[in-house]
């Protein structure tokens, strides 16, 4: 069980935000690209800290016209495989069940095992390949699906 809570993003966690992408992504966001999605108002965003308030993690999602998106979800690398991914992708599906969407739809890299295995059990189901989708290094990302109404609504 993840020992971890959630809350909220801050304009404050932006530095942590952009070290945590460049630590989890080949192709990171930007500060710039980060506060322009912190800005939308469609954006959800959750920070996962421990109790001592140390960042070690981050879910992005958005939503418009009762579909959801999870954009970005990293985990501290020292912090990995302890439930935090899971808390964090939970919340995000709550707060995107709370924010009407009734669908939520992902991307993710083919060869990210990971990620895959947390959405699967997470009940996310594979609908489709966008082919060469991702940039350094291309790659196809899976395109994957869940269904939340009603179970989190
Ligand atoms: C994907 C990621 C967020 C998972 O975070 P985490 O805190 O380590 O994940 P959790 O401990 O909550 O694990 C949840 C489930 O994910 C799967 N999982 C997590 N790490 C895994 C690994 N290294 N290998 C295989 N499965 C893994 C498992 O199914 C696991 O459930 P289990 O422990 O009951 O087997 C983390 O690996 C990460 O930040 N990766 C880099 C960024 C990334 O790839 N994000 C997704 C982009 S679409």
Not at 44 to 54: F, K, N, P, Q
Not at 126 to 146: F, I, S
Request: charged share 25%; with cysteine.
């Amino acid at each position: 069980v993840s020992r971890c809570r959630l809350r909220p993003t801050a304009s404050a966690d932006l530095p942590a935000l952009v070290a945590l992408e460049r630590a989890a992504f080949s192709d990171p966001w930007t500060a710039a690209m980060l506060r322009e999605a912190l800005a939308e108002p469609s954006t959800l965003s959750l920070v996962a800290e421990d109790d001592a308030g140390t960042f070690l993690g981050a879910v992005l999602a958005r939503h418009a016209a009762g579909e959801g998106e999870i954009l970005s979800i990293a985990v501290d690398p020292a912090r990995r495989g302890a439930g935090h991914g899971r808390t964090l992708l939970d919340g995000a599906l709550a707060a995107l069940a709370a924010a009407g969407a009734g669908t939520v739809w992902l991307e993710v890299r083919r060869s990210n095992e990971a990620a895959q295995r947390l959405y699967a059990a997470a009940g996310f189901v594979a609908v489709g390949v966008r082919r060469g989708y991702y940039r350094d290094p291309t790659e196809d990302a899976v395109v994957l699906r869940r269904d939340l109404a009603p179970a989190l609504s």
